[in-house]
């Protein structure tokens, strides 16, 4: 069985002050996406929030068309019935049966004209539905145009950053496996918490990168040693001495450099 490798504190300070390097490089090339992942994908919602619309919209239209049909099988119907009636009226032979006849024409004609009425009411309906129309058409071919043309952009940065981050996930991998777990979960913890993710930082004119509280020289002193792991007492930063940063900085600008 394989012996498992024991870090001292300063070659475990050092893998996790590499790790927050590659970290905050790979932070870096996300936010030269920004907000554009977020961008396109709300503009896909709302494009297929439009295409739904469409549909709904064109079915109103033919619900309002096959109404109209009715209307118009419903005056032909009147007006069949207004024929059979005129006919029937030839042949009464009394007053009553007549005037039942020229009751039964009255309806039917404002049967039509209640049908035709109806008809101008759809038609009016149709017409304000076709403009709806073609604004939400026009909506969303300006949505696409958009959303293509931030497609386009997210797709050219992808493609300038991807193969590199692909390469700094798999160092920053390599590296968190130097790193014991617990050690490990606190790094990713306070990432997780500070605005700009630098949970790792060296100490520089005598305070944590960043910060304008004065660390007091012996806890400068101890921090130098590599004895052991300190945090910053006022944002919880682990905290490396300056001349370790150096060197890992340039050790690690070769391998970014490299990739």
Request: glycine residues 2%; without cysteine.
């Given at each position: 069985m394989a012996k498992k490798v024991e870090y001292s504190v300063e070659e475990r300070l050092r893998?996790?002050?590499?790790?927050?390097?590659?970290?905050?490089?790979?932070?870096?090339?996300?936010s030269v996406r920004g907000e554009l992942p977020l961008e396109v994908e709300d503009l896909e919602d709302e494009v297929s929030g439009l295409d739904v619309r469409l549909?709904?919209?064109?079915?109103?239209?033919?619900?309002?068309?096959?109404?109209?049909?009715?209307?118009?099988n419903k005056i032909e119907e009147s007006k069949a019935l207004i024929k059979k009636?005129?006919?029937?009226?030839?042949?009464?032979?009394?007053?009553?049966?007549f005037e039942?006849?020229?009751?039964?024409?009255?309806?039917q004609e404002l049967e039509i004209e209640y049908s035709e009425k109806q008809?101008?009411?759809?038609?009016?309906?149709?017409?304000l539905k076709k403009e709806k129309l073609e604004e939400t058409i026009q909506t969303k071919e300006e949505r696409n145009t958009h959303l293509d043309h931030k497609k386009n952009e997210l797709d050219a940065i992808m493609k300038e950053t991807e193969k590199e981050e692909a390469e700094l996930l798999k160092k920053s991998d390599e590296f968190q496996s130097k790193i014991d777990e617990s050690l490990l979960r606190?790094?990713?913890?306070?990432?997780?918490?500070?605005?700009?993710?630098?949970?790792v930082v060296p100490v520089e004119r005598g305070a944590s990168a960043?910060?304008?509280?004065?660390i007091p020289p012996q806890v400068q002193l101890d921090i130098a040693s590599r004895k052991k792991f300190i945090t910053d007492e006022h944002s919880g930063?682990?905290?490396?001495?300056?001349?370790?940063?150096?060197?890992?900085?340039?050790?690690?600008?070769?391998?970014?450099?490299?990739?």
């Open positions: 893998a996790l002050y590499d790790l927050q390097l590659i970290d905050s490089r790979i932070d870096k090339l996300r549909e709904k919209i064109q079915a109103e239209l033919d619900g309002f068309e096959n109404e109209i049909k009715e209307k118009l009636y005129n006919d029937q009226q030839k042949n009464v032979r009394n007053n009553r049966a039942s006849l020229s009751k039964e024409i009255e309806y008809i101008n009411e759809l038609k009016a309906q149709i017409e606190s790094y990713l913890k306070i990432r997780s918490s500070v605005k700009n993710g630098l949970a960043g910060s304008f509280f004065v930063r682990i905290l490396v001495d300056k001349d370790l940063a150096d060197e890992e900085n340039e050790k690690m600008e070769k391998i970014f450099t490299s990739i």
